[in-house]
């Protein structure tokens, strides 16, 4: 992955983490909110000073949270969420809440159902479940306190209210078992299709390489040249001139019968790496048809056009194919320039009727139908 992909995912991670830190903070001051109307009802045992200063400290709490988010420090943390320090921390506020609601404890008892609700998705069952027993051991820790302190107003109430607890919290930890299971499903699912799709991909550019490429030689093939070749020429600008040659390796039928079409073969292949080391990058040369090929020279002249053709048949004369031997390699072209009021069609007849010349002339030389091409 890129560092420009991997800076757009952390965003997009940060951006949901701070949606999900909203919501959070939202149900905080909801809660807070049902504790202030229990004190003002009379519902709350102790001093309002009490609320107000933990009202406070929730506040700072989610403030400090809020903070080191928008820092993206949490990135660096194998849980960049901070779920399971949010849901601990959310069970001890809670708790310090309930310690002084009396008979209007059983009220905000689901509120503990809440907190663990955001773990439900992103904690692993173990997590979970240890979230979970901090809830249960918080909420009956504080009757048991209360209990030995004899505070207890309705002891039968109180143990309803834990074993309440207990069910729900099991029941919420079976179900965040299942969504972790089909989520786990769902992930291997993306992935199998995601090698699938890079499969197919792989295929299709192999399949794209196959048609557009000659098995033999591994240059372009005929038809993927004229495509090139037409894009080219609707991008010439007046002014500009691209070169255009066919190319014919001299006396070929005569290496099949007397070498074999294994040697000939061979020879394609030697013409095929000669030219493409006296090529640029930009050159496109293609296998036009049995022992004919086409090249392209974009933003070239007459002069340079002429040099490159010339040090191409140079180099094949001299060339001597891998593992076998073969005399008198030779090869002749004809060559013209593309312009942009030119007709590809028309450019490749010139240039046939120069290789023809070539041929005629002798073969091992290169021709030019520069007339009709503007040069």
């Not at 949901?16 to 149900?27: N, T």
């Not at 479940?129 to 209360?146: I, M, V």
């Not at 069910?167 to 079976?174: C, H, Q």
């Not at 040099?307 to 194919?321: D, S």
């Amino acid at each position: 992955m890129s560092a420009h992909s991997r800076k757009f995912t952390s965003q997009a991670l940060q951006q949901l983490l701070l949606k999900r830190f909203a919501m959070a903070f939202a149900s905080y001051v909801l809660t807070i909110a049902l504790v202030w109307l229990a004190v003002l009802v009379d519902l709350y045992q102790g001093a309002a000073s009490r609320v107000l200063i933990g009202s406070g400290l929730v506040l700072f709490s989610q403030l400090v949270i809020f903070v080191w988010l928008r820092s993206g420090y949490n990135l660096k943390l194998r849980d960049p969420s901070l779920t399971e320090a949010q849901v601990l921390l959310g069970v001890c506020w809670l708790t310090f809440l309930l310690s002084n609601m009396g008979s209007g404890r059983g009220t905000l008892l689901m509120i503990y159902v809440l907190i663990l609700l955001f773990g439900v998705f992103q904690l692993k069952p173990r997590v979970f479940a240890r979230c979970a027993a901090f809830a249960f051991c918080s909420f009956a820790g504080l009757n048991l306190w209360e209990a030995y302190q004899q505070e207890l107003a309705e002891p039968v109430q109180a143990l309803l209210q834990v074993i309440a607890l207990f069910v729900v919290l099991s029941w919420l930890y079976l179900f965040a078992r299942y969504i972790q299971g089909l989520s786990q499903i769902m992930r291997n699912r993306r992935f199998a299709l995601q090698a699938h799709q890079d499969t197919l991909r792989g295929m299709m550019r192999q399949l794209e390489t196959q048609a557009s490429t000659d098995e033999l030689t591994g240059l372009f093939n005929r038809r993927h040249f004229l495509q090139l070749a037409g894009r080219e020429l609707a991008a010439l600008a007046p002014g500009q001139q691209h070169g255009l040659a066919l190319i014919d390796l001299d006396y070929f039928k005569r290496i099949n019968d007397t070498y074999g079409h294994a040697v000939g073969d061979r020879v394609l292949q030697t013409f095929a790496a000669v030219a493409q080391s006296c090529l640029r990058d930009g050159d496109i040369l293609a296998r036009y048809g049995g022992e004919e090929f086409v090249l392209l020279l974009p933003n070239t002249d007459v002069d340079q056009f002429s040099a490159c053709c010339e040090r191409l048949r140079e180099a094949f004369a001299r060339a001597e194919p891998v593992g076998v031997q073969v005399d008198g390699l030779s090869l002749s072209a004809g060559m013209t320039l593309l312009i942009a009021a030119d007709a590809l069609d028309a450019a490749l007849l010139r240039a046939d009727q120069a290789l023809y010349r070539a041929k005629r002339d002798g073969r091992n030389r290169c021709a030019a139908a520069w007339e009709g091409s503007g040069a």
